[in-house]
């Protein structure tokens, strides 16, 4: 416990290399690949959700209510051998995995690196897509069925007034269910990075456990739930700084 405090995970049983420089390394593809994943999900999921919530039991409605729960429903590991035999063998528009045409350690924000990110971040997206588009459907429902917003429709307010009253109320809930669903897409990728040969925690995890090797694994986990735990620090001081009413209890 002690050299884990000081950074010292120990060395890693297949490659003979320290534990904490592999898991670095890989913590940095799969965060980036998790915040685009995380950022088109939430776009996504938001937009689905308000267009759900303001048009209830619509055609709007169902076809939005479909697409998420589709999102929650099906497996990413299938979506994305899917989007990979569409996209790359028969389009052949996106390359089909990898980290790059330099790999993960000549990683630079271009458009021959990004599009490696596209596919497995668009799969990785699905699942936080139906996620947060149920919540905000939700939420924006039961807001749009308060009193007050009955108030400011008596007082002449705009649509886009009452819409921006709206996405403050719900931004706090929207905003805790990005950042756990962040959470869960650092340590829950395996089969996807797998699926994409990504150089990040989810494939040095799979690679880990079928060679047994238990420093790595070891030291895979504990960053991870690291992460997690300050994630969610993260997010509880935001919604504290965005919703008074929390900071008021």
Known sequence: VWRALQGDLGT???????VAAEVMTAVGNTL??????TLIGFVLGCFFGFVAGYFQNSWLDKFASLLSVLGVSVP???????LVIVFSSILMW????????????????DW????????????????????IARTVRALVADILAQEFIVGLRAKGLTNFGIFWHV????????????GLQLGYLLGG???????????????????????????LLQGTILVLAMFFV????????????????????
């Open 76 to 82: 990413h590991y299938w979506l994305g051998m899917v």
């Open 32 to 37: 980036r690949l998790a915040m685009l994943a």
């Open 189 to 215: 990728s395996i089969l996807i990075e797998t699926v994409f040969s990504w150089p990040g925690t989810g494939f040095l995890l799979n690679s880990a456990i079928f060679q047994r090797d238990l420093p």
């Open 112 to 131: 021959e690196h990004v599009k490696h990110m596209l596919l497995p971040a668009i799969t990785m997206s699905v699942i936080p897509m139906g996620i």
């Open 12 to 18: 890693s049983i297949a490659s003979n290399r320290p």
């Open 230 to 249: 300050v994630l969610n620090l993260i997010v509880d001081v935001i919604q504290t700084l965005l919703d008074p009413r929390i900071a008021r209890a």
């Open 167 to 178: 996405v403050k109320n719900s931004a706090p809930t929207a905003l805790a269910v990005m």
């Open 94 to 109: 996106l390359p089909p995995g990898g980290a790059g045409p330099g790999g993960s350690s000549q990683w630079v924000w």
